[in-house]
Nanobody
Framework: QVQLVESGGGSVQAGGSLKLSCTTS????????MAWFRQAPGEEREGVAS???????YYTDSVKGRFTISKGVAGSTLYLQMNSLKPEDTAMYYC?????????????????WGQGTQVTVSS
């Protein structure tokens, strides 16, 4: 059974940091693209950051310079380091994976999804 399991969410004050992790049982080409998405209540899910198997990274404009996506050495763990957090970063954060995507931050392109981890940033 394919699994993506997120962890590391929590509550933090504005300006603080959190590091999300996602472990996956996917291997090889199935995890060629891995990404973090987020969804706030009443809003659409949006792509936050994505990383290709070759290390290329993509970020949505609102998190550039604050968030960093990376993978563990074995490639089976995905991370999202979030610094200088803002209340508008509050959302459920999801890990996703796909063998191929045309838009690295497009939610409809990803086949595999985790259950999410909640991030709450208070002002």
């Amino acid at each position: 059974q394919v699994q993506l399991v997120e962890s590391g969410g929590g509550s933090v004050q504005a300006g603080g940091s959190l590091k999300l992790s996602c472990t996956t049982s996917l291997y090889g080409a199935s995890r060629r693209f891995m990404a973090w998405f987020r969804q706030a209540p009443g809003e659409e899910r949006e792509g936050v950051a994505s990383i290709e198997i070759n290390g290329n990274t993509y970020y949505t404009d609102s998190v550039k310079g604050r968030f960093t996506i990376s993978k563990g050495v074995a490639g089976s763990t995905l991370y999202l380091q979030m610094n200088s957090l803002k209340p508008e970063d509050t959302a459920m954060y999801y890990c996703a994976a796909a063998a191929w995507v045309g838009n690295p931050l497009g939610q409809y392109e990803y086949k595999y999804w985790g259950q999410g981890t909640q991030v709450t940033v208070s002002s």
